[in-house]
């Protein structure tokens, strides 16, 4: 092996270190354990989709009779409490504890009230702002469960609520 110098000179000094020939077989040794320990201890994240939509203005759910669309039900979520309405009118309102909404109660009314609306296979859940992202999905995740395959995303109206 050579010494590289910044002189042009091609001879060492008179007190030159004598050459040392690297080894390299610890380390390639630990990288050979290492990387698939490293590998296996990795988590690989899943990633998890919900398919929603926004409510269409017009469709397959027209009116053939007076040519506007059916009414289809909708979850009003507020700070304080869900409503399950079709239309203007409501049809039920469950409170919430503080930052908890009572999921069961609003399964139960949604498998309810699914039994007797006109578009079986989709609601709208409408959210007022200041709600929190975790109790939509919640929500979404509730109403997939009530049967719902079509799940349409809008926000509240801050007035009546």
């Keep these: 092996m050579r010494n590289i110098s910044f002189t042009k000179s091609q001879s060492a000094p008179s007190g030159a270190v004598p050459e040392v020939e690297l080894d390299l077989t610890p380390v390639m040794n630990m990288f050979l354990i290492l990387v698939p320990f490293l ?12 398919e929603f939509s926004l409510p269409p203005n017009v469709g397959a ?5 007076l040519g506007k669309p059916k009414l289809k039900l909708t979850v009003v979520l507020g700070n304080d409490h869900s409503k399950v309405t079709l239309g203007e009118r409501m049809l039920d309102s469950i409170p919430s504890a503080g930052d908890r909404f009572d999921t069961d109660s609003l399964l139960a009314r949604l498998k309810v009230r ?7 296979d989709e609601v709208i859940v409408a959210v007022l702002d200041p709600v929190r992202f975790k109790h939509v999905v919640n929500v979404m995740d509730v109403c997939r469960d009530a049967g719902f395959e079509k799940i349409g995303l809008s926000s509240a109206a801050d007035e009546g609520l």
């Design 61 to 65: 759910g027209l009116d053939d009779s």
């Design 114 to 120: 699914r039994a007797g609306a006109d578009i079986q």
């Design 39 to 50: 590998v296996s201890m990795a988590v690989f994240t899943q990633v998890a989709i919900i």
